[in-house]
């Protein structure tokens, strides 16, 4: 099962919005709803943003949203932070033998 | 609060076993679904393996199938990673997730630990 593929990069501003995409296939994204967004700054451990294509956990700011369409999930960080900027990985379902694949990541600069 | 803790990690010798153990306190283990990912340095994540919340159902990524082994013991809310024929391939930052919902599958990670570095090296 190959990674779901991500943009190397991303940047913005603060206060402004930004959206990190995450392709997939029919037999991961396209047909099943457990797309999840971690993300991890340098050193530490990753933290659930969404699960669930567009749920988010408790604590997340709401500046955080996710969405699917297709086979692509799509990651939107609007209002920018400077406590923003971190790598950002999403993950799939995939039903095959490797049950969960991971994007190879964004990193997310604020300018 | 929920606590993870990986330990066992160290420098092996290719072909070698190593064993990793999870620590967790803060929730009540026995009633999730339990993962460990892992991270190459400098590289992205990548799912190990995973194991039901009573140890009954257990899946492994096609890179570690037929060579690592996950399990848990409920009593001493522990998770366990029992990995043989080391790769240098199998480089990295090992760590165990816990699943977001009770007793079923979301395949969402909600609390990691730290990891634990396990380097395959001769």
């Known amino acids: 099962q190959s990674a779901l593929t991500q943009p190397a990069s991303v940047s913005g501003s603060p206060g402004q919005s930004i959206t990190i995409s995450c392709t997939g296939t029919?037999?991961?994204?396209?047909?099943?709803?457990?797309v999840s967004w971690y993300q991890q700054h340098p050193g530490k451990a990753p933290k659930l943003m969404i699960y669930g294509v567009s749920d988010r956990p408790s604590g997340v700011p709401d500046r955080f949203s996710g969405s699917k369409s297709g086979n692509t999930a799509s990651l939107t960080v609007s209002g920018l932070q400077a406590e923003d900027e971190a790598d950002y990985y999403c993950s799939s379902y995939t039903g095959s033998s490797t049950l969960v694949v991971f994007g190879g990541g964004t990193k997310l600069t604020v300018l | 609060q929920v606590q993870l803790g990986e330990s066992g990690g160290g420098v092996v010798q290719p072909g070698r076993s190593l064993r990793l153990s999870c620590a967790a306190s803060?929730?009540?283990?026995?009633?999730?679904?339990m993962h460990w990912v892992r991270q190459a340095p400098g590289k992205g994540l990548e799912w190990v393996a995973l194991?039901?919340?009573?140890?009954?159902?257990?899946y492994y990524a096609d890179s570690v199938k037929g060579r690592f082994t996950i399990s848990r013991d409920n009593s001493k809310n522990t998770l366990y990673l029992q990995m043989n024929s080391l790769r240098v391939e199998d480089t990295a930052v090992y760590s165990c997730?816990?699943?977001?919902?009770?007793?079923?599958?979301?395949?969402?990670?909600?609390?990691w630990g730290q990891g634990s570095l396990v380097t395959v090296s001769s």
């Open positions: 803060g929730f009540t283990f026995s009633n999730y679904v």
């Open positions: 997730a816990k699943e977001t919902v009770r007793y079923n599958y979301y395949y969402a990670f909600d609390y």
């Open positions: 029919s037999s991961d994204i396209g047909v099943y709803n457990y």
């Open positions: 194991i039901s919340y009573d140890g009954s159902n257990k």
